[in-house]
């Protein structure tokens, strides 16, 4: 490590301008320190001569509205300061969303629902991060939907799932994920199962939505709901189909004028579509990194991480004790279903699923449904656990559980499309 690296670096920077930096090497530690003045982090004020740790794999921006002196020591692969952000066209955003939560509350009325759209790496998580902490910071206690199957901020991939915020984000964590409301999907892209996906955001939005009315705080906060990157052809039309479910008032379109032009056209002129530049700090990533990522969540499920490490356990189910099921039954033609169904219907039926080698590395979401006569895809999951081993001779599965005990006598699985080898050391 070179001198300057061990002794660190002051950055000054002026009012409206952020410190980028990117860590790309394994273990690689870097320590940021507010000496002076105000900063944030994606909405997360700074707390002056904190140290806050990043490692591997972080991309963040440490923005200023005051201007500031920051201190940096450990190896950065990429580090700069921009004066160019939209930082001003986002609060712009929250202010915008204060004034409908502002009337909501006055009126005792439902607080409005922002949808962030946009193609994969526009900065849309960052942008809902920066909203929620926003909202927060001025005592509001919005909820946080996460739409997005492929990457599962909240719970991990091939789920849907909404959060309450009450503080804002830790600089190094993120949100706390705690007691979130979880819905299985089980597909990586919602092009899995186009009809499940839906019925799946329309039961999170139903059931959100309801229960808004329960707390008066959170009713006039709202919701900020990210969604998928996938934005064309039927990508597009999901996105339609949860603007209508959340009954969304505001959607925030980022870097994508096309998508942009085309809500203008789709939705009702009541609501309000805003087209936001992206910020040039956001960092693109590949197919194979954003596979990283999905697996990393999934580790972090199970492992934790440095800072608060988990310790799953692992144990056997017979087979015949497995009470494991998929949703969604192989497509039949029209002409071949019972009477009164159409080949739609197939979609969302849940099956049972017998186990074979072809189950080994699965990721299972435990429902806390009590049978498939329950409504399965309406009912929300415990948690999840990972298939390690199929023993075809001794008829038993090995799972990987947060759990230490065996699964609870009717505990009803979930098949996921999404696998995480487990070569944890
Ligand atoms: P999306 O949700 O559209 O896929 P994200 O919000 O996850 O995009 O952003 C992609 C990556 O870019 C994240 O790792 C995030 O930390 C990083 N990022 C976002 N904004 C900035 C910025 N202004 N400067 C540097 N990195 C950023």
Known sequence: MSDHQNRGQDFSLEADSELRFEIEQKDAKVLVTLVNGFAELFGTELVKKKKYEFGMGAKVAIFTYQGCVLHVTGKMDVCYISKETPMVQYVNCHAALEQFRTEAEEKDR???VAMV???????????CRILLNYAVRVGRRPLYADLDVGQGAIAISGNVATILIERPASVEEGFPKTAPLVYHFGHKSPSGN???????VSKMAEVTLQSLNGNKRTKSSGIIVNTCGWVKGHGYAHLLHAARAYGACAIFVLDQERLYNELLRDVPSSVHVVLL???GGVVERSKELRHECRDQRIKEYFYGNARAPFYPFSFEVKFQELRLYKIGAPPLPDSCMPIGMKAEDNKTKVVAVTPTPALIHHVLALSFAESVD???????IAGFCCVTEVDMERQVVMLLSPQPRPLPPNALLLWSELQFMDNHT
């Open 194 to 200: 186009s009809v499940l996906y839906n019925a799946v």
């Open 277 to 279: 530049p992206k910020s």
């Open 110 to 112: 439902r607080g409005p």
């Open 117 to 127: 759209v946009g193609p994969t790496d526009v900065g849309k998580s960052t942008l």
């Open 374 to 380: 329950d409504d399965v895809i309406g009912t929300n």
